[in-house]
């Protein structure tokens, strides 16, 4: 096994996306990201002393709007995609044991 | 020639004459639709009395003297990952194969405000995440010119739909070349913005510091048109862009027969390129120096590293949006979790396809805790110097020219097995993506077997109405304007 391929703990990764995978897909996953994550390393050999990093390419600063409620969507059309709810609310597992 | 495979640009003054009717327009894509969709799958679903009502009220107003422009009464078909109030938006997955849109994304309402008919909803790679429009949940779209073909992706079914007349005009999204990938592969034009010119409000992220909303047309002009009516600023998108200069079909004019000054990457012609694409690129800029434009080779030395910045970027950024796909306000909720938590795992497992899992996978473990300044940190630095190429490059030249594609449209089933192929189909069109600049595709030719071929312009931030110039100087020496794919499906009907 490459070095690459141990590093990735695939189960710990589940956790961190909250996404729950079976075990055929993790067996697949798992030499794919490999693969990928050992293509990628090859920016290791960029020199960046000093670069600063980019996060837009475009960006803007300070774009505020004013602090005022607008009207977007009726709660009725908001809920209609909600996959449970009841009384203007969304519908969710119990939460807090009792 | 049918009024479902011409132009907006032609179609406008027919509709100004009195000769057609926004509604005979509509009729004769919907009836295309019909007829060759089928085995295309370009289209998700079409909502034809919706088509035919826009049409019909465009047609009053046309009558009544209130035309809203020049895409008054053109039909234009949307890829499913924007929003129109009313109509499924799914992004072609199971996660939200039952959501229907609450409100307009701002492209949509401009669109709506310049008079198009805006249908159908687009096939596309699953939240777009794919070069092939094979990540699809519902359906592969096939490449009009060869049905074993892929369109190209993640906006293949907006490629396919423009390619086989089915529209006039298309809608899609580019994150890392998913306009001008499956522009090339299907033979159609299409643009992607600078940075920040069109709003992305309402349309779904993937990667926000990645993606813009653009055209496919069948000419060059019709892009302007869509540029237009889209580009604006938008109180809702932080990151559009103010005070935009528009009007792209009159400046464009203004630049027509400037002898421009070309950069030639030299980077882009390297290992890998397909021979035929090569020479077909060549030749179109050979034409240009025959216009008396200059030609000369630059150097991007960075870009080779585009592809693995971006898959540590853009996956980054894909699995933060998509924490919101999590079972509880909208979208795929697992019927068997009895608790949130497990809620949570199991409907992200059930909704998501492989493609989009393996993306939040990566971007889970190149954020992790132990790794971000190894790679999301080191990325965002080589994205820097990515765009500083470019800067320097545009320092002495006005565009740059190269193809748009290392080759023409591939076998479908080719590249499925093998993510990192499917990856290095985007090569060419990353980097714009990482410097925000404008670029475009145009068909350039066709290969001995048939396929389109196309040549990508990149322009310096905010150029547009000069690339579309240079692209129109392409167009107007050749026989590619209104290309569509030969039409070997009409009346073969359902196969």
């Given at each position: 096994m490459k070095k690459e391929e141990q590093e990735i703990d695939l189960d710990r990764l589940c956790v961190l996306a909250r996404l729950s995978l079976s075990p055929e897909e993790k067996e697949k996953l798992g030499?794919?990201?490999?693969?990928?994550?050992?293509?990628?390393?090859?920016?290791?050999?960029?020199?960046?002393?000093?670069?600063?990093?980019?996060?837009?390419?475009?960006?803007?600063?300070?774009?505020?709007?004013?602090?005022?409620?607008?009207?977007?969507?009726?709660?009725?059309?908001?809920?209609?995609?909600?996959?449970?709810?009841?009384?203007?609310?969304?519908?969710?597992?119990?939460?807090?044991?009792? | 020639m049918e009024l479902n495979s011409k132009t907006a640009v032609e179609l406008a003054k027919l509709l100004d004459s009195g000769k057609v009717s926004s509604e005979d327009i509509t009729r004769a894509c919907l009836d295309r639709v019909e007829s060759v969709d089928p085995q295309v799958h370009a289209f998700l679903s079409v909502d034809r009395e919706d088509a035919l009502s826009q049409a019909r009220a465009s047609d009053a107003r046309r009558t009544e003297g209130k035309s809203r422009g020049p895409l008054e009464g053109i039909p234009l078909a949307l890829k499913d990952i924007v929003a129109v109030q009313g109509q499924p938006l799914t992004c072609a997955s199971r996660m939200l194969e039952n959501f229907v849109s609450p409100y307009d994304a701002t492209a949509v309402e401009r669109l709506k405000n310049a008079g198009a008919i805006l249908f159908g909803r687009l096939n596309m790679d699953e939240f777009a995440m794919g070069s092939s429009t094979e990540n699809s949940a519902f359906n592969r779209t096939s490449n009009p010119w060869d049905l074993d073909r892929v369109p190209g992706g993640s906006s293949g079914g907006s490629a396919a739909a423009v390619a086989a007349s089915e529209t006039i005009l298309s809608l899609g999204s580019d994150t890392g070349g998913s306009i001008r990938q499956p522009a090339a592969f299907c033979g159609t034009v299409g643009l992607k913005p600078t940075y920040g010119r069109i709003s992305r409000y309402g349309l779904v992220a993937f990667a926000s510091s990645l993606d813009q909303i653009g055209p496919f047309t069948r000419c060059v002009e019709d892009a302007a048109l869509f540029l237009d009516a889209t580009c604006a600023h938008d109180?809702?998108?932080?990151?559009?862009?103010?005070?935009?200069?528009?009007?792209?079909?009159?400046?464009?004019?203004?630049?027509?027969?400037?002898?421009?000054?070309?950069?030639?990457?030299?980077?882009?012609?390297?290992?890998?390129?397909?021979?035929?694409?090569?020479?077909?690129?060549?030749?179109?800029?050979?034409?240009?120096?025959?216009?008396?434009?200059?030609?000369?080779?630059?150097?991007?030395?960075?870009?080779?590293?585009?592809?693995?910045v971006y898959y540590i970027l853009a996956t980054a950024e894909a699995s933060s949006n998509l924490a919101r796909y999590d079972g509880i306000r909208y979208g795929h909720r697992a019927e068997s979790a009895d608790n949130g938590i497990d809620l949570y795992y199991q409907s992200r497992g059930e909704g998501f396809g492989e493609e989009v899992k393996r993306r939040i996978m990566l971007g889970t473990y190149v954020l992790s805790s132990g790794y971000y300044d190894a790679y999301y940190l080191r990325a965002q630095k080589v994205r820097t110097l990515i765009r500083s190429d470019f800067d320097e490059a545009f320092a002495k030249v006005d565009c740059l020219i190269g193809p748009a594609t290392p080759t023409v449209a591939f076998r479908a089933g080719e590249k499925t097995d093998d993510p990192l192929s499917m990856y290095l189909s985007d090569v060419y069109t990353i980097s714009a993506n990482l410097a925000g600049l404008p670029a475009m595709s145009i068909p350039c030719g066709i290969s001995s077997e048939g396929c389109p071929i196309g040549m990508q312009i990149i322009s310096p931030v905010l150029k547009e109405a000069e690339m579309l110039a240079v692209a129109k100087q392409f167009e107007d020496g050749h026989d590619f304007k209104g290309l569509t794919a030969p039409d070997r499906l009409q009346g073969e009907g359902a196969v």
């Amino acid at each position: 096994m490459k070095k690459e391929e141990q590093e990735i703990d695939l189960d710990r990764l589940c956790v961190l996306a909250r996404l729950s995978l079976s075990p055929e897909e993790k067996e697949k996953l798992g030499p794919q990201l490999a693969r990928i994550i050992g293509y990628v390393e090859q920016l290791k050999e960029v020199d960046v002393e000093g670069v600063e990093p980019m996060a837009h390419a475009i960006p803007l600063e300070n774009v505020f709007r004013k602090d005022e409620a607008t009207p977007l969507v009726e709660r009725e059309d908001y809920l209609r995609n909600a996959p449970a709810s009841r009384a203007g609310q969304v519908v969710v597992p119990k939460v807090i044991e009792g | 020639m049918e009024l479902n495979s011409k132009t907006a640009v032609e179609l406008a003054k027919l509709l100004d004459s009195g000769k057609v009717s926004s509604e005979d327009i509509t009729r004769a894509c919907l009836d295309r639709v019909e007829s060759v969709d089928p085995q295309v799958h370009a289209f998700l679903s079409v909502d034809r009395e919706d088509a035919l009502s826009q049409a019909r009220a465009s047609d009053a107003r046309r009558t009544e003297g209130k035309s809203r422009g020049p895409l008054e009464g053109i039909p234009l078909a949307l890829k499913d990952i924007v929003a129109v109030q009313g109509q499924p938006l799914t992004c072609a997955s199971r996660m939200l194969e039952n959501f229907v849109s609450p409100y307009d994304a701002t492209a949509v309402e401009r669109l709506k405000n310049a008079g198009a008919i805006l249908f159908g909803r687009l096939n596309m790679d699953e939240f777009a995440m794919g070069s092939s429009t094979e990540n699809s949940a519902f359906n592969r779209t096939s490449n009009p010119w060869d049905l074993d073909r892929v369109p190209g992706g993640s906006s293949g079914g907006s490629a396919a739909a423009v390619a086989a007349s089915e529209t006039i005009l298309s809608l899609g999204s580019d994150t890392g070349g998913s306009i001008r990938q499956p522009a090339a592969f299907c033979g159609t034009v299409g643009l992607k913005p600078t940075y920040g010119r069109i709003s992305r409000y309402g349309l779904v992220a993937f990667a926000s510091s990645l993606d813009q909303i653009g055209p496919f047309t069948r000419c060059v002009e019709d892009a302007a048109l869509f540029l237009d009516a889209t580009c604006a600023h938008d109180e809702k998108d932080s990151t559009s862009l103010p005070d935009q200069e528009t009007d792209f079909l009159k400046k464009m004019g203004e630049h027509a027969d400037r002898k421009w000054k070309i950069g030639v990457p030299k980077e882009f012609f390297a290992e890998g390129i397909d021979p035929e694409v090569r020479s077909s690129v060549e030749s179109a800029i050979r034409y240009y120096e025959e216009q008396g434009c200059t030609v000369e080779e630059v150097s991007l030395p960075h870009s080779s590293y585009a592809v693995p910045v971006y898959y540590i970027l853009a996956t980054a950024e894909a699995s933060s949006n998509l924490a919101r796909y999590d079972g509880i306000r909208y979208g795929h909720r697992a019927e068997s979790a009895d608790n949130g938590i497990d809620l949570y795992y199991q409907s992200r497992g059930e909704g998501f396809g492989e493609e989009v899992k393996r993306r939040i996978m990566l971007g889970t473990y190149v954020l992790s805790s132990g790794y971000y300044d190894a790679y999301y940190l080191r990325a965002q630095k080589v994205r820097t110097l990515i765009r500083s190429d470019f800067d320097e490059a545009f320092a002495k030249v006005d565009c740059l020219i190269g193809p748009a594609t290392p080759t023409v449209a591939f076998r479908a089933g080719e590249k499925t097995d093998d993510p990192l192929s499917m990856y290095l189909s985007d090569v060419y069109t990353i980097s714009a993506n990482l410097a925000g600049l404008p670029a475009m595709s145009i068909p350039c030719g066709i290969s001995s077997e048939g396929c389109p071929i196309g040549m990508q312009i990149i322009s310096p931030v905010l150029k547009e109405a000069e690339m579309l110039a240079v692209a129109k100087q392409f167009e107007d020496g050749h026989d590619f304007k209104g290309l569509t794919a030969p039409d070997r499906l009409q009346g073969e009907g359902a196969v």
